[in-house]
């Protein structure tokens, strides 16, 4: 009993998240910086690439960013969630193979594919958002349009919020 609680306690504590913003300029040439808080939690071998792809939302205009673990999980997840069919080729088209390997320059910095810049309308002012799992890329109007929940939507994030403590609580 101990030992799986053990191993339970020490993946969550080992589970990559990030967290912060950070506001950019992209130069004439495409590239924007990578914040430095972040290169630990990517956990980045030297050589590897980034993973860049479009946002998974149908309302929003924006791109994700991982590292080859974290889109290794997200890839697991699709495969584990959609049995063979037509859904799954339509999320594959959509999502996956619009995904590109990004680098990181000697400056730190990464150029974004010029189709994933245009889906996300990435062309001047960038933040980057830290989203736990991945880093979100945004086109800073379009963040602005989106960024404040509505209180319907607070009224439902403190409810689930609470109901998750309390299920907690009560083991």
Known sequence: ????????????????????????????KGRLPFPAQWFEPLNLRF?????????????????????????AE??????????????????????????????????????????????GKVDKDVVLLGCVDRIEIWAKELLDEVDTPSKDDFDQIFALLNGYKEKKNDF
């Open 47 to 71: 050589g590897e690439s980034l993973i860049v792809a479009r946002g998974l939302s149908h309302d929003s205009r924006y791109l994700e960013l991982y590292s080859p673990s974290g889109w």
């Open 1 to 28: 009993m101990w030992s799986i609680c053990y191993i339970k306690w020490f993946i969550v504590e080992k589970k990559t998240t990030f967290h912060g913003r950070n506001y950019y300029k992209i130069d004439i």
């Open 74 to 119: 997200k890839m697991a997840d699709i495969e584990g969630a959609f049995p063979e069919g037509e859904l799954k080729s339509k999320i594959v088209r959509w999502y996956v193979s619009t995904a590109e390997s990004v680098d990181l320059d000697t400056q730190n910095r990464i150029r974004l594919p010029k189709h994933l810049a245009d889906y």
